[in-house]
């Protein structure tokens, strides 16, 4: 069983080898320089007090990104969404701020982990990202991707413990909700399948394809209505 990551260590793509539709590429904002202009000096005025320069543009970059919309505010944006194009801009920016405090090392033990993944070499895979953990434990999406990671080893449990972790993190994380649906589908638990995937709908619901996935869930769950 192949699974990719959701989180792109090289390129910060969002992805999902289970679900095609959570996937959305993430954009970079570039911030301009505001210049400040010369003084300038009345020809025949009494002497003038020494010059200063005009006051520079209100706000710096910190106060910039204190007003940025935090992970929070983009997922109520998520819920509401008008387009699915919107939706999945959403989902990038979401996916983006999760990334932001990986530290270069932990990124480099990430990217190695999904080079051993691609080789099937799945116990390996785990082990650098184990080694991610210990050195970022508080990372909700580290603990969503080693949730992968076992998963594509065939250690279901393992997935759902992983996932209650990031979940605990952020209640509100659609893509760790899709993977828990996924996970208890493979332990056989398809009523638990079933609630996960509500979650995902609730969080999501301009998910494309959503609507195949809900009726193959409904089926697995609670069998064709006689």
């Keep these: 069983m192949t699974v990719r990551f959701h989180i792109d260590a090289a390129q910060g793509r969002v992805g999902t080898g289970m679900n095609r539709g959570l996937r959305g590429f993430l954009s970079v904002v570039c911030l301009g320089v ?14 003038a007090p020494p010059a200063h320069p005009a006051p520079a543009a209100k706000g710096t970059d910190k106060d910039r990104a204190a007003k940025e919309p935090g ?55 785990q082990e650098d990202l184990n080694d ?11 603990w969503r ?3 992968q990671a076992r998963l594509a080893g065939a250690d279901a449990n393992g997935a759902v413990a992983d996932l209650g972790v990031a979940l605990h993190h952020d209640e509100r994380d659609v893509l760790a909700w899709q993977i828990l649906s996924n996970a208890e589908g493979v332990r056989g638990d398809w009523g638990a399948a079933w609630k996960a995937w509500q979650h995902v709908l609730t969080l999501y619901p301009l998910l494309p394809g959503a609507a195949h996935q809900t009726e193959d869930l409904r089926l697995k769950a609670f069998g064709r209505p006689t």
């Design 71 to 125: 992970i929070p505010e983009l997922q109520d944006e998520l819920r509401h969404a008008k387009s699915k194009q919107a939706a999945s801009d959403l989902l990038a920016r979401i996916e983006q701020l999760r990334q932001k405090d990986i530290t270069p090392t932990t990124r480099l033990l990430v990217r190695r982990a999904q080079s051993d993944l691609a080789e099937q070499k799945v116990g390996d895979a």
């Design 34 to 47: 505001v210049g400040m202009a010369a003084p300038c000096f009345a020809a025949s005025a009494p002497p």
């Design 145 to 147: 991707t080693r949730a």
């Design 132 to 142: 991610a953990l210990v050195l970022q434990p508080g990372l909700e999406i580290l």
